[in-house]
């Protein structure tokens, strides 16, 4: 049976929102929720106004929704959750994506730390840092990163969706594969989804191959791997694009798909059983992308981004019937 | 440590360098073959933005030293593709033979743009003697910057010692802004890790060698067993004007150890410092120890960072 996602609209974009500070003056990328008795906190990344080398930071940033109306906005976080990385660090200008986690009475975090680089636009390395206070702040674990490139995955990492199921934590990511040098000079990478377990979210054991099948070919790429437990199985939610002319051709740009597991390994991917693509017009007309989905007073709800994978900030949708 | 200095061994601008890689021969180091020391090194190469590449070259020496037998006919090891953590160039580069194989731990270099450079460590084997080498894994780094080693991953000597694989190494601690200066300055220390297999790595981000000045970079440690303990050469500086000022070019350190853990620094036991007016004038850096027919040498280079080449000593004794 296919799942029907019903679309209910766009709940926040900080360039028409009023109240948003100067290091939020828009995007609203890659959306993570956390449930709270009277909210829910959605933590996602932001920009502020681009330097004179028309360079951007990426922010991480909350906003909370009213937990009877996902609509109302009822507070937004008055100051950046991480500081950026001092000068040579991996994450120096900008933490995007970041994942957030419970752990016990504390909220962990995954975030992608962005260097910038001479011949390829970045690079992209996983950085943990926790927070004691319901995420209102956050702190570093160390100065440099707990997942970066390695022998096998010798590129960016990054897209990190980090869950922890019984006594292990599972880390979904995307690992570079190659960069292609585009014939206007820009070099663009092609990412696959990839898995990592550890027991204490620092030393990580990495399954080293892709966890689904490309269908774009080898230029997919894929990104956002998120996970649900649901009616005894694994469910991922993902998004996936073509490897170039995706910026400007909204035919190549991203879209929503899913796949399913017994283990977390072997996944089976089944993109018709997801039916959530671009709207006709709007802010979500040229493409649909960085899936969050989660269960809230009896339903299942997705966050996403659209137009500018985020620039236009994020929307949500519930789902018909359940998850099987 | 008693040394005499055999003087330079090798001056690249004096040979026709494969690849036209005829500018520096930088850290030198050695494997011992029935017939020869095959001695690799990073030449380096101009390109068309006008900074270097640093490629691996090898030059054969007779035993004794006295005649070159060949040149590689090409770089011993490809860099690495667009975006690749060793694009931009491999220095240094440490082989050793491990059982019938030459094993090569590379420091990879990768453009950046707030601060120069980024190094991870990559790994690569030769079954030719060194003649060429492929890379482990998909080509990415077996180890790079961790959570409490930030960035600058480089410079490995690797041993097989008491059943294990031993790792020395540096890590960056601080990329620093000086008046005056127009790029940022690294400083980076030295630390060890060990390993099963020679491809996982365990490290704790501990400087295992004391400080001797203000902001001291250490660089390139090489370690042998001699007498009774471990001895380990490496090379440091200051942070700054350390290019054109033979104050504060790299000198040599020495330190010694019984469990390969704790370490004395004592530069003074060193044995080697700058000669006057030769080519190792103002600058020692890049040691490399190694065994030859029951002669213990060190490899290093002088003046300019190896612009012009590589030197040879002889260890007379390990007494101070």
């Given at each position: ?137 956050f702190t570093k674990y160390g100065p440099g ?145 960085y899936p969050t989905v989660f269960e809230l007073?009896?339903h299942t709800y997705m966050l996403y981004a ?19 | ?320």
């Amino acid at each position: 049976m296919r799942a029907q996602w019903k679309k209910l609209g766009q709940v926040f974009d900080p360039a028409h929102h009023p109240n948003c500070p100067d290091w939020m003056v828009d995007f609203a990328q890659a959306p993570n929720v956390i449930v709270f008795d009277d909210y829910v906190r959605v933590f996602f990344c932001c920009r502020p106004a681009p330097d004179a080398n028309r360079q951007f930071v990426s922010r991480f940033a909350y906003v909370d929704l009213d937990r009877v109306d996902l609509f109302r906005i009822i507070k937004i976080a008055d100051r950046p959750l991480l500081p950026l990385g001092d000068l040579g660090t991996f994450d120096e200008f900008g933490t995007y994506p970041v994942s957030v986690c419970r752990d016990g009475s504390d909220l962990i975090a995954i975030y992608g730390g962005w260097t910038r680089c001479e011949s390829v636009p970045f690079n992209i390395s996983l950085g943990l840092a926790r927070s004691t206070d319901d995420g209102n702040s956050f702190t570093k674990y160390g100065p440099g990163p707990v997942l970066s490139h390695s022998a096998d995955e010798p590129f960016t990492i990054t897209s990190p969706k980090i869950r922890r199921y019984g006594d292990i934590w599972y880390l979904a990511y995307t690992a570079g594969r190659r960069w292609i040098r585009c014939p206007d000079g820009r070099a663009e990478i092609i990412y696959k989804l990839r898995i990592a377990t550890s027991p204490d979210l620092v030393n990580w054991t990495r399954l080293n191959r892709d966890l689904i099948v490309s269908k774009l070919g080898d230029d997919e790429a894929q990104a956002c791997p998120d996970i649900l437990f649901a009616n005894g199985k694994y469910h991922m939610f993902y998004c996936y694009r073509h490897g170039l002319d995706f910026r400007t051709s909204k035919d190549k740009s991203y879209r929503i798909g899913y796949a399913s597991s017994l283990d977390l390994i072997h996944w089976e991917r089944d993109d018709a059983r997801i039916n959530l693509n671009p709207s006709e017009t709007g802010w979500d007309s040229e493409m649909v992308a960085y899936p969050t989905v989660f269960e809230l007073d009896g339903h299942t709800y997705m966050l996403y981004a659209g137009n500018g994978v985020g620039k236009t900030g994020f929307g949500i949708a519930v789902l018909e019937g359940g998850l099987v | 440590m008693q040394w005499e200095k055999l003087g330079k061994l090798f001056d690249p601008t004096q040979h026709a360098i494969a690849d036209g890689c005829s500018l520096f021969a930088k850290a030198p180091q050695a494997i011992v073959l029935h017939d020869r020391v095959r001695i690799f090194y990073s030449a380096q190469k101009k390109t068309e933005n006008g900074k270097y590449l640093s490629c691996p070259q090898y030059v054969d020496f007779t035993k004794s030293f006295d005649k070159i037998l060949g040149l590689s006919q090409r770089q011993v090891i490809a860099l690495g593709a667009l975006g690749a953590f060793d694009e931009h160039g491999i220095f240094p580069m440490n082989v050793l033979r491990y059982e019938d194989k030459v094993l090569a731990y590379t420091s990879g270099w990768s453009r950046r743009v707030a601060v120069s450079i980024d190094m991870s460590i990559g790994f690569a084997s030769s079954d030719n003697d060194g003649e060429s080498f492929v890379k482990y894994g998909d080509g990415g780094p077996i180890m790079s910057a961790s959570h409490n080693e930030p960035f600058l991953v480089g410079d490995p000597f690797v041993q097989y010692l008491n059943g294990q694989f031993h790792m020395w190494y540096i890590f960056g601690t601080s990329w620093n802004r000086f008046s005056g200066v127009g790029e940022p300055e690294r400083c980076y220390k030295i630390a060890h890790a060990v390993s099963n297999d020679g491809i996982q790595w365990e490290r704790n981000g501990r400087a295992i060698i004391s400080d001797r000045l203000a902001e001291e970079c250490q660089a390139l440690p090489t370690i042998l067993f001699k007498d009774g303990r471990f001895h380990m050469y490496f090379c440091y500086r200051g942070s700054h004007d350390f290019r054109t000022n033979t104050l504060n070019a790299y000198r040599l350190g020495y330190a010694f150890s019984d469990d390969m853990c704790n370490w004395n620094r004592d530069d003074s036991q060193a044995g080697l410092d700058v000669s006057p007016n030769a080519w190792d004038s103002d600058m020692l850096c890049y040691p490399h120890l190694f065994e030859c027919d029951d002669a213990v040498y060190l490899l290093y280079n002088g003046n300019d960072f190896g612009k012009y080449g590589f030197g040879i000593a002889r260890l007379i004794s390990t007494e101070p």
